[in-house]
């Protein structure tokens, strides 16, 4: 589908005061993450006529709330967020062990890249999101915790908004494609809220293309990357993603070679996202496999993520094989967690995010 030419709050606000000075529209953007403000009407730091002006022409939100599940433990919610268009798009809420909540966002409507154990891959792809509609998921969640704290009775049932610490580009979506959105949401939420740059990640199925232009893109943000690799082996990678081609691991290998060397490498190490599939990349030969092709890109961290339950008629791997799988990487010295599964009872939990039918 051919894209929307959707304005930007900050293109509708330039049309709308084009003489106004610099400092009104950091003004605008310091209110849009300010839990406390619910409208245009509140923000008094603006001039009534102004207010006024936005209150007519550009929208608060650009997202309408239509479901928010909670998990039965409670450590995660989804929303399914309707924009402008009625196009449906899920963002997640996960708590950790700290009590720290880390959003993860949608980039696109749908996605192209097709992974087969993946529920949106299976939606194809239908726009890319703006960057209004990337930082209204996270200005969601913010509102949302804000409200639960004013309404909790006790201070064990407060939700403090301000504990949200990590942002994950993980949701529906391959985050490179829409390149030039997704940098200036990042940038955004960097210069507009407490978050570090070291506490978002972008995954990425690994579009080299973008991953060579953001080494030399001056603007792109020092933020974590996640390669979802899921096997070193390029005929298995091919079959479970089709973006994989013959020469994608060599040319990987390269890439993480330059990004090293121009980058600090303690502070920008890089992580390979593997989803562990039953017979298919979870046998010990898999696992040297990864380990000789970690080895050949240097400092890496290996995430490990159980599979979780699509209608792909992939099967997650045993408890017992995961575990065989890991202490095999961490055995030889590669940095190797499990991740914790969240959310599977509410399908928030990563690859199960699709667009589902929201209340009117
Ligand atoms: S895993 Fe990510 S890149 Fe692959 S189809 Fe799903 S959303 Fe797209």
Redesign the pocket.
Known sequence: MEQLKMQTRQQLFQALFPEAPAFRWRQVMLTLFDSDRTGWEGVTTLPKDMREKLQSNVSWMSLREGIVLESRKGDTKKAVLECADGARIETVLMRNARGHWSVCVSSQVG?????T?????SMGFTRNLTMDEIIDQFRFWHYHLAEKTRHSKTKSESEPSSLISNVVF?????PLSNYESVREAIRTMLAYTSLGSTRITV???GLLPALRKLLRDPLWPSIRLAV?LHSADSDIRKRL?P?SFDTFLDDLAEWTKEYFSLNDERRRHLTFEYILLSGVNDSSEDAKKLIEFSRRVGKVKVNLIPYNKTSSGHEGSREESAKKFLDQLKRVGITATIRKAMGDDIAAAC?Q?LQMQSKK
């Open positions: 996605c192209a890249m097709g992974c154990f993946c529920a949106t891959g993980m949701g529906m979506g391959e995954s990425t199925v979802s993603m973006s690859g995010l």
